[in-house]
């Protein structure tokens, strides 16, 4: 009995994870994908995503669950982008220039973000969603409209004919890949964009210095039990706000490296799910909402983008039409949020319950 | 000034600035070219097309499930409804009778599981609601591809299955409501009697349950949890029974959206839809935990007129398309003002 | 919680961080200037008050020591280059002639017309900046949109004060 | 040792809340290395005294205090509790105010871990400096050692027994330099006797190292063996400072329950005579957070006013709540000798018992709705009164006039201070909040009635009309009424009997008249004579 009982909660526990496991082993023989086209495919989306999913570590940390907010620094990074293209900045120092014009700007939106979020404690998550549209009606005010009209813009290939604003898509020639292909390495059939994975590497190595500092103690408190650390001093809602800012930062960069792979951004819409992706990836990856370690963020990318890149195909190999796949992975996507969510929420009242129960127990038999 | 002063704090800043707002719409409309009478027939119109998603948020409100961004999942019920009444060729008042009946059934099962999965995750509703509502949707693009629907006018001409994107309710049940003892006045002026007649028929209805033993139960449940279980009433049930409300009127709304619009729009035309109801009903005054007719009316009211008349006046003043952009702000500012704005009260 | 930092420790800290925003602002010039992008075009053209001829044969012409292209009379070749001091190579086609110049590009501009006849003649400056000639149009709309924008102010962004 | 000046003295303090005195002229003094027992009842201004001593916010936002707080001879006034921190108060709290997923160390040490400074603190501050971990499990060590415990300084506190984790905390206040005052409220109520020996230990251990300690404790023995000095606090006065050395645990109960005259006054000789018996309950326990009841016998009689008392958080309010359904529980229960099936509040209300809860903001109101609703509500869901049909009997929907009729006749009887029926419950002041919630109870009629708390936090006034009214509803209709209350003085001001609770089981059943003595000894846990006497009649 107690070994059943150990199996079922290791299994409802891991329970996405095994889920998606099993999903996506069954997905991959219909597509007819080759393995080494699935591994490439891996590496690439590996190097393009997993900064931004690692951006969504700290706010978890700090008890703020998933970061929806992070848009606003993918935002930020994006105007970024738009100030190199228009200056026309290239290769890896003009990813660099984006990066640090996006830094203070994603900071003043971390500090928003931060600051909204204390008001709405316990109902972060929905806020954070909500407050990344509110910001892209900002976004899209500064740049369909102040751009080229107020903000002087000299490139006029970016500017939309009737004079200002950006252009729907933005060509990211002079930027393209530019971090992959700093320094490719040809293992076997693949290809290795090294430079981003060590910058990943380094944002790894920062995460784990973090939690060793005073800071990331701070937080850790604060996202165990608020009432408690602010009763030994720990300033809560400064704490919350920096979660929310690097976060934020982090998502700034991470928008860029992902850019920068894709090689075009649409203006407009390029931020819209970033937030989706990411946060789908690091719960695919056996996160919760309380608890997410790096692992996660590696597992999720890879099990998600696999799932990703074989149900289009699948799809149409299966059903004849692709739309299926293609509308398969986003409810793939919704779905395991949902659930993650769900499955999160009742875990935690079963948790309450049972500990409850066991005190119970003890005083119940006491009474005989 | 005093009386003023509390009169606007009653009536809530946002509320003011946008009546307002809409005021000075309506006066600067006639100097930029724009009909007033046409304006009002286009509110009027918008007004009982998205009256009944708005409605839709009430019970769950008051039952304290907060705001119900997961109305896709009525909408949802709903489109299965009307695909249903035009595969089956029904037509005129038949039709969209028809569409609704078929609806309601799916409408009070689809409701009855959100509103159980939504009892388990108490305290996380709002988030939760949003991502099902999405999964939901993205699952029913699926189904619409895949369900056994014949009809000519509503599958894809060159495979000859799966469902059009945009179907036409042309011929079977369009403005049947709308032209229903309709008013004309001059050229563009209608004021659609039967649409509005129904809708509200649909909050007299929703009004008189909120009054009757369940009604009040299901008011307690958000008001004290615990002051209504100690009055021996299950919150689960009646937090249930909210929500079921709500997916029904969502499924209604839906139809009655189609005929007056003229199309059935599928796949991911319903993932947004919620947030604008949830936007309108905090426009209208409600909070995260209560909300009242008036709330809905006035939201409505003031929502639509913003959505009609600032892309118009707007436009036609700025020579530019930026409406949108202030309806993304207003309308997600409003819902995050609602979110940040019960700590204070809480407290 | 305010942390109790000596007095000492705060000027030095108020310094570094002041140190550090400067080198922020140099980091963003660096980039700036490391990774301006131009656009050369290379011109073989005959100058326009003549006393200048394109070689008739065409050269070799490479930048930065990249793959050469060949370019006739008359010709012109666009090259994307990042930086501003860059070598151009010229080798006469027929006769191996190999001629290699260093150019130095202005910072503020995009697009620049190198003319190759003037390079092999030792001619300085080599460079200069490419004026297009349907420049007109843009400017007019420019000023009436700006007009347009004049009055957005009006109109109330943010309707939700916060209380 | 004698004569040492003061480490902490508190001259003439005086409190009140809204002008309710809480605490009056209060004075005593505090030496290092001693140990202070602190008790009184409920309510006798123990926690006023320490919020004061504290610094905590809410004596500033409620007007302040009168008197002088001193340290080492200097005044004091704590604008924060940190402020107390820093001036060598520790304080240990009923409620554990620790991290759960954190270890021993880690707690011990919050917000004052050892750190080693990192080039970023010049650009970031000091919270980018790193932990020095063996420095922290160091520290906390040293601390434990002083306690003089058993404690893992990597253990995670949730997975620890309630023991370890009191120990923790107190070994965190140890662990600031600066603490030389420690104050203990309440520090044994949540371990077992062997874990309060050791805890006891471990203080005579620190007040060896020159802590003074201030210890609150109802468990009068436990004072008695651990504490040097003992001050007694009755009604916000502090009625007896003595050394404890020759102090007996029933003095001291006297000094604590005993009263002035006045209060016994209100029975007459009047005769009781009770109908057969109402309610049995036998082996009932309740999981309610705070007050566990464990044990629970006893049986009412028809008529009977059966009173409830004991200190708080020893169970007594778990057993309306339980009985009600409104915690997890078990045990038998029986109405008229019918089973009452346990966590099914509409069950308990049908059959005949309704409960005015003690949460009276948290329970017992719609505070956001109206007068009306409040009163109507549970008579209009349990009995379907108070509704009318319309539309042929189509539907029925809320009888608004009935309701405020229903309301009016209430407002009426207990003279309500409203403006109508309409006016929405928050608005009340406490007392009138706890009319409407009898008025709710008794518009369903029943049978027996389970009131708690009636009287906290109203004033005289208002407690006088509760307690007419149960007494008249009592009286006048025959009202079988449960009385749970912390003010041992309205119970007996109105019971028929008196039990007492103490750790979730009945210490005793005393007539009102008893000594008062007898009450003290049982709340502290003592057995007496005569009440095992009253408990096994």
């Given at each position: 009995m107690s070994g059943n009982k150990t199996l079922g909660r290791f299994f409802s526990e891991n329970a996405v994870v095994i889920i998606f496991v099993l999903i996506t082993l069954a997905a991959i023989p219909p597509s007819g994908l080759s393995i080494p086209y699935i591994v490439q495919e891996m590496i690439t989306r590996l190097g393009r995503n997993t900064f931004l999913v690692l951006a969504l570590i700290l706010p978890i940390y700090a008890g703020m669950g998933l970061n929806f907010g992070m848009t606003l620094g993918a935002m930020s990074g994006q105007i970024g982008l738009i100030l190199a293209i228009n200056w026309n900045i290239t290769g890896v120092e003009g990813l660099a220039f984006a990066a640090l014009i996006g830094t203070p700007i994603s900071v003043m939106m971390g500090y928003i973000a931060g600051a909204v979020l204390n008001r709405a404690k316990g109902r972060e998550m929905v806020t954070g969603y909500i407050l990344a549209f509110f910001i892209n009606g900002v976004y899209q005010f500064v740049v369909?409209?102040?751009?080229?009209?107020?903000?002087?813009?000299?490139?006029?290939?970016?500017?939309?004919s009737r004079g200002y604003g950006i252009r729907n898509?933005?060509?990211?020639q002079g930027v393209r890949q530019s971090l992959d292909t700093l320094f490719m390495l040809k293992v076997g059939p693949y290809l290795i964009p090294v430079a981003t994975f060590i910058v990943i590497a380094g944002l790894c190595v920062f995460v784990v210095w973090f939690k060793k500092t005073k800071l990331g103690q701070d937080m850790r408190a604060v996202g165990h039990d608020m009432a408690v650390a602010q009763a030994a001093g720990i300033p809560v809602d400064r704490t919350r706000i920096i979660a929310i800012i690097i976060s934020t930062v982090l998502a700034n960069f991470g928008q860029i490296i992902f850019l920068q792979n894709m090689g075009n951004m649409a203006t407009y819409n390029a931020h819209d799910q970033t937030s989706f992706f990411a946060v789908a990836a690091i719960l695919v990856g056996g996160a919760s909402v309380k608890k997410a370690a790096i692992s996660n963020v590696f597992i999720g990318v890879i099990l998600l983008h696999v799932l990703f890149v074989v149900t289009p195909r699948a799809g149409q190999n299966l059903f004849g039409s692709a739309m299926i796949g293609e509308y398969f992975r986003q409810f793939i996507g919704y779905g395991v949020i949902a659930l993650t969510l769900v499955l999160y929420a009742w875990k935690a009242r079963q948790n309450t319950a049972r500990a409850r129960e066991s005190l119970r127990g003890g005083t119940a038999g006491g009474a005989k | 000034m005093d009386k003023i002063k509390q009169f606007v704090t009653d009536f809530g800043w946002p509320r003011v600035i946008i009546f307002f707002f809409l005021l000075a719409l309506f006066i600067a409309a006639p100097f930029v070219g724009v009909r007033i009478d046409a304006s009002i027939s286009d509110m009027l119109n918008r007004f009982g097309q998205n009256m009944l998603f708005v409605l839709a948020m009430v019970p769950m409100i008051q039952s304290g499930c907060g705001l119900n961004f997961g109305l896709s999942i009525g909408i949802i019920a709903g489109l299965i409804g009307s695909t249903m009444s035009v595969q089956f060729g029904l037509t005129g008042f038949l039709g969209f009778f028809g569409a609704v009946g078929f609806a309601i059934p799916f409408a009070i099962i689809f409701g009855w599981l959100y509103g159980m999965l939504l009892n388990k995750v108490k305290g996380e509703e709002m988030t939760i609601a949003m991502y099902v509502g999405f999964a939901g949707v993205m699952f029913m693009c699926i189904m619409w591809l895949v369900l056994p629907y014949t009809a000519p006018t509503m599958v894809w001409g060159y495979a000859g299955k799966g469902l059009r994107t945009t179907i036409t309710v042309e011929g079977f049940f369009r403005q049947v409501l709308n032209e229903f003892l309709a008013i004309r006045i001059g050229d563009s002026f209608v004021f659609p009697t039967g649409m509005l007649l129904f809708v509200a028929f649909c909050t007299f209805l929703v009004w008189l349950f909120m009054r009757t033993k369940t009604g009040t139960a299901l008011t307690a449940v958000g008001s004290n949890p615990d002051y209504a279980r100690a009055s021996g009433i299950s919150s689960d049930r009646m937090r249930t029974v909210s929500v079921i409300i709500s997916t029904v009127l969502g499924a209604v709304g839906i139809v009655v959206y189609q005929q007056s619009y003229g199309f059935i729009q599928l796949y991911t035309a319903p993932l947004q839809m919620p947030f604008a109801a949830v936007a309108a009903i905090l426009i209208g005054g409600a909070s995260v935990n209560k909300a009242s007719m008036v709330n809905v009316l006035i939201g409505a009211f003031l929502f639509q007129g913003l959505l009609t008349m600032t892309p118009s006046v707007i436009n036609s003043a700025l020579k530019t398309d930026i409406s949108e952009v202030i309806r993304i702000i207003v309308s997600n500012g409003i819902i995050i003002y609602a979110l940040t704005r019960k700590m204070k009260v809480a407290k | 919680m305010k942390q109790i930092v000596d007095k000492k420790t705060m000027v030095r800290r108020l310094l570094i961080r002041l140190a550090l925003v400067v080198v922020y602002a140099g980091l963003v010039m660096l980039t700036f200037v490391l990774g301006k992008g131009h656009s050369l075009i290379i011109d073989n053209k005959d100058l326009d008050d003549g006393t200048l001829t394109a070689a008739m044969d065409g050269n070799l012409v490479s930048i930065d020591g990249r793959e050469a292209s060949e370019v006739y009379p008359g010709d012109r070749i666009m090259e994307a280059v990042k930086g501003q001091t860059h070598t151009v190579a010229i080798e006469d086609m027929s006769g191996g002639n190999r001629i290699e110049r260093r150019i130095t590009l202005p910072l503020g501009e995009d697009t620049l017309l190198v003319s190759i006849p003037k390079l092999i003649a030792g001619v300085t400056p080599a460079v200069e900046v490419f004026v297009p000639l349907?420049?007109?149009p843009p400017s007019e709309s420019e000023s009436e949109s700006k007009n347009e924008f004049t009055s957005p102010d009006a109109v109330p962004l943010e309707p939700l004060p916060t209380p | 040792m004698g004569q040492q000046s003061p480490i902490l003295s508190l001259e003439h303090v005086s409190k009140e809340f809204y002008g309710n005195v809480v605490l009056h002229d209060v004075s005593f003094d505090l030496r290092a290395g001693e140990i202070l027992g602190l008790v009184g009842e409920n309510g006798a201004g123990k926690t006023t005294l320490m919020r004061i001593l504290f610094g905590m916010p809410v004596i500033a936002e409620t007007g302040g205090y009168k008197g002088k707080v001193s340290i080492d001879g200097n005044e004091v006034n704590f604008a924060s509790p940190f402020a107390a921190l820093d001036a060598g108060i520790g304080m240990v709290h009923q409620e554990f105010s620790l991290i759960p997923g954190f270890t021993t160390t880690e707690n011990i040490v919050l917000n004052r871990e050892s750190m080693k400074a990192t080039f970023l603190n010049d650009v970031f501050g000091d919270r980018m400096s790193i932990l020095d971990r063996p420095q922290m499990k160091q520290r906390a060590e040293s601390a434990i050692a002083k306690l003089g415990v058993k404690l893992d300084?990597?253990?995670i506190i949730s997975e620890m027994p309630v023991g370890h984790k009191q120990f923790t905390e107190i070994a965190r206040e140890i662990n600031r330099e600066k603490t030389r005052i420690l104050v203990l409220d309440e520090p044994t109520a949540v371990l077992t006797e062997s874990e309060a020996e050791v805890l006891l230990t471990a203080l005579r251990n620190l007040a060896k190292l020159g802590i003074a300690i201030i210890f609150i404790s109802h468990r009068l023995h436990e004072v008695v063996s651990v504490a040097d000095r003992i001050v007694v606090l009755r009604d916000g006065l502090a009625v007896k400072d003595t050394p404890v050395a020759g102090v007996s645990v029933r003095d001291i109960a006297s000094w604590m329950?005993?009263?002035?005259?006045?209060?016994?006054?209100?029975?007459?000789?009047e005769k009781r005579e009770f109908g057969p018996e109402i309610l049995s309950v036998e082996h009932l326990w309740v999981d309610m957070p705070g007050e566990t009841v464990r044990d629970i016998n006893f049986t009412v009689k028809k008529g009977e006013i059966l009173g409830f008392g004991g200190l708080a958080g020893q169970g007594k309010l778990g057993i309306p709540n339980g009985i009600m359904g409104l915690f997890a529980a078990g045990g038998t229960v029986r109405l008229h000798g019918k089973d009452v099936p346990l966590e099914e509040p509409r069950t308990a209300l049908e059959m005949g018992m309704a409960f005015v809860s003690e949460d009276r903001r948290g329970v017992g109101l719609l505070l956001d709705e109206s007068l009306r609703w409040n009163i109507a509500f549970t008579a209009m869901q349990i009995q379907g009164k108070y509704l009318k049909p319309i539309i042929g009997k189509l539907l029925t929907i809320r009888d608004e006039a009935g309701m405020k009729k229903l309301t009016d006749e209430y407002i009426e009887i207990l003279d309500i201070k409203c403006t109508g029926s309409s006016q929405k419950a928050k608005e009340l002041s406490g007392g009138n909040q706890q009319k409407i919630c009898l008025a709710k109870a008794f518009a369903v009629q029943p049978d027996l009635l389970f009131v708690s708390e009636p009287t906290r936090g109203i004033d005289v006034g208002a407690k006088k009309l509760v307690l007419d009214t149960l007494h008249k509803y009592n009286r006048e209709f025959g009202m079988t009424i449960v009385m749970v209350s912390s003010e041992l003085e309205e119970l007996r001001s109105i019971c028929d009997r008196i039990a007492i609770v103490d750790e979730g089981r009945i210490a005793g059943i005393l007539p009102?008249?008893?000594?008062m003595a007898e009450f003290g000894l049982l709340m502290s846990g003592e057995k007496t004579e005569a009440a095992q006497g009253a408990d096994r009649g």
């Open positions: 369909l409209y102040m751009m080229g009209a107020i903000f002087p813009i000299r490139n006029p290939a970016i500017v939309l898509t933005l060509n990211l | - | 349907n420049v007109a | 300084p990597d253990m329950v005993g009263r002035s005259l006045a209060a016994d006054a209100v029975r007459g000789d009102p008249t008893a000594e």
